[in-house]
Nanobody, 116 residues
């Protein structure tokens, strides 16, 4: 079964840090992009950060300088280190994996709550 499994969400105070992990399993993944999206109530899902197989990264402007995305391609894992968290970072965070000519894969989502 091909799946993405996330972990690491939770409740943190503003200014704190959390680390999200996502592991892909179930098949051999070729060239791909792994990333994290988030969705708050009443808002559309938005890209937070992504990283290609060869390590190129992209960040949403609001998280630049605070979030860092890394991947371990051998283990098919992607990590998101989130520092200096703000209440507006509160959302459900979804792991995503995209391969050429294939439907994107999504994790089940993990809730991040930042209290003020």
């Amino acid at each position: 079964q091909v799946q993405l499994v996330e972990s690491g969400g939770g409740l943190v105070q503003a200014g704190g840090s959390l680390k999200l992990s996502c592991k892909a399993s179930g098949k051999d993944f070729g060239i791909n992009i792994m990333g994290w999206y988030r969705q708050s109530p009443g808002k559309q899902r938005e890209l937070v950060a992504s990283i290609t197989s060869d390590g190129r990264t992209k960040y949403e402007d609001l998280v630049k300088g605070r979030f860092t995305i890394n991947r371990n391609s051998t283990r098919n894992m992607v990590l998101l280190q989130m520092n200096s968290l703000k209440p507006e970072d509160t959302a459900v965070y979804f792991c995503n994996l995209e391969e050429p000519n294939a439907y994107p894969l999504w994790g089940q989502g993990t809730l991040v709550t930042v209290s003020s």
